[in-house]
């Protein structure tokens, strides 16, 4: 269905991916995975038609409906139903056609519109809508609401329910597990399951891609390869074919010591000298020995903490909201040195709002928040807000004394983000890790991350977890 053949993709005068050849089969399922900033967007919008590549062939058929969700937060005050049936945009224009039959009194053209109407399903639309906000965790009371007056979270669920409302041939997705609780993961591993289309799916939760792909392409070092398989078995025979290739160049440099080294004893004997030159010509024809050009793990450690209070921060009796809403209620509780404290719930429960009032970024509405005296809050929000600065080195030292602002370039070199890159055009990762470059260069003593995986390729959240 889909064929790439020597393809060529840039940003900027590097290349992400070169020599890219595969195909996509018709109603499979694949999964894309490699290294944050190796391509993975960048495929998923050559497919979709944002992105031209620079050379080689791109083959996809020209009436193929693909479905994807868009990126932008909706900010409208359309309820949130409406925008997830907005995702039928034929059903939407059969709506529009039946309207203006009804407005020009024309009987056939209104006969013809509901016959239209009925075969894409429209008098279903509402329920089916629903029962895609229902699985993605929305309270079916609220789903007439404004979308506006819902969390940043449950806006992107309600753009994933759209994406998954449209009638599509395709389904791109790109990390949709961003943003969603336990339960909601699980309903779309489902959903996913049994959709009838063709996926391609970019995720960093290993268990969701083994439930759902049955392929595997690995971008790394601007190569695409293709493995059969889910993830974990991905996994294997990437390491298998790493183990033989190491084997292989092993035997080469065996064999061509051996030959060198009859080369140099035998070269100026006459009665040798015909030997050692049909050995020099072999030489010459040996293949290249495959460089393992393995990706560099991350390296950074948080600092330690220069001071411990007991406790660090305290609130009593605090409630807050958020869009005139009435979010926390009488919540009391103290963060000692050394806890590890997760917070759990469904999105819009009011653990963004928990955390923005525990930073001292949001004023209580009733209640008191204590600080121990010069104690020192990290806070990473969900979807850090980097507007404004001109690299993504400037945002991380923004804060800083300027003194201090050289920590910032040590960080990004262990957390492999240029600081020189634009905000703009950098991939989700390279923002995430530019967020997190931000929070160790701060060095707090207490340390707020909201959804810190977000973003994240596989390999820098295992980093990640271990420092933690």
């Known amino acids: 269905m889909i064929h790439l053949r020597d393809v060529l993709l840039r940003r900027g005068p590097e290349p992400l991916l070169e020599q890219a050849t595969f195909s996509i089969l018709r109603g499979e399922k694949v999964g894309i995975v490699g290294r944050n900033g190796s391509g993975k967007s960048s ?18 058929p020209a009436q193929l409906r693909i479905a994807t969700v868009a990126q932008e937060l909706p900010h409208s005050q359309r309820p949130v139903i409406e925008h997830v049936i907005d995702g039928d945009q034929g059903l939407r224009d059969c709506e529009q056609r039946l309207q203006e039959a009804e407005q020009r009194d024309d009987g056939v053209a209104q ?9 894409q399903g429209g008098y279903t639309a509402r329920s089916r809508a629903a029962a895609l906000l229902d699985g993605l965790g929305f309270d079916v009371q609220r ?29 791109l997705l790109d990390e949709p597990t961003n943003h969603l609780d336990l339960d909601a993961v699980l309903w779309l591993e489902r959903w996913l399951q049994e959709y ?14 083994d439930a759902i792909v049955g392929r595997i392409v690995h971008l790394s070092a601007a190569r695409a390869t293709s493995y059969t398989g889910n993830f974990t078995r991905f996994e294997q025979q990437r390491a298998a074919r790493a183990a033989q290739q190491q084997a292989a160049n092993e035997k080469l440099r065996r064999e061509a010591d051996h030959v060198r080294s009859f080369i140099e004893r035998f070269r100026a004997k006459a009665s040798k000298a015909r030997q050692a ?17 393995d990706e560099a793990g991350y390296e950074w ?13 305290a609130l009593d009796r605090v409630e807050a909201g958020y869009a005139g809403r009435r979010i926390l209620r009488s919540v009391s509780l103290s963060i000692a040195p050394g806890a590890r404290v997760g917070i759990l719930g469904r999105n819009g429960a009011g653990k963004s709002t928990l955390m923005k009032v525990m930073a001292g970024l949001i004023e209580a509405d009733k209640g008191a928040r204590t600080a121990a ?3 020192s809050v990290g806070y990473m929000e969900q979807d850090p807000t980097m507007e404004g600065f001109e690299t993504l080195g400037a945002y991380a030292a923004s804060g800083l004394p300027e003194d201090e602002a050289y920590r910032v370039d040590m960080v ?17 990762g390279e923002r995430r890790r530019a967020a997190l470059a931000k929070l160790m260069a701060e060095a707090p003593e207490l340390m707020l991350l909201d959804e810190p995986t977000n973003h994240l390729d596989i390999e820098a959240i295992a980093w990640l977890e271990a420092e933690l």
Not at 111 to 119: F, H, K, P, R, S
Not at 146 to 170: K, V, W, Y
């Open 412 to 428: 990004a070199e262990g957390l492999k983000f240029d600081p020189m890159g634009d905000p703009k055009t950098a991939s989700g």
């Open 277 to 293: 030159q049909s050995r020099i010509k072999w030489l010459e024809r040996l293949p290249d020995i495959v460089v393992q050009r």
């Open 301 to 313: 450690r948080f600092a330690e903490p220069r001071k411990l209070p007991t406790p660090l921060i």
């Open 143 to 171: 789903i007439d609401e404004p979308i506006a007056a819902f969390s940043g979270g449950l806006r992107m669920r309600a753009n994933l329910a759209r994406a998954l409302m449209c009638p599509s041939d395709l389904l």
């Open 373 to 375: 005296p010069g104690v």
């Open 111 to 119: 006969a013809e519109a509901l016959a239209q109407y009925e075969l």
């Open 43 to 60: 495929l998923l919008a050559l497919i979709q038609g944002t992105l031209s590549a620079d050379r080689g062939e791109f083959e996809c």
């Open 196 to 209: 009838a289309g063709t996926l391609l799916l970019v995720s960093h939760d290993r268990d969701f891609m």
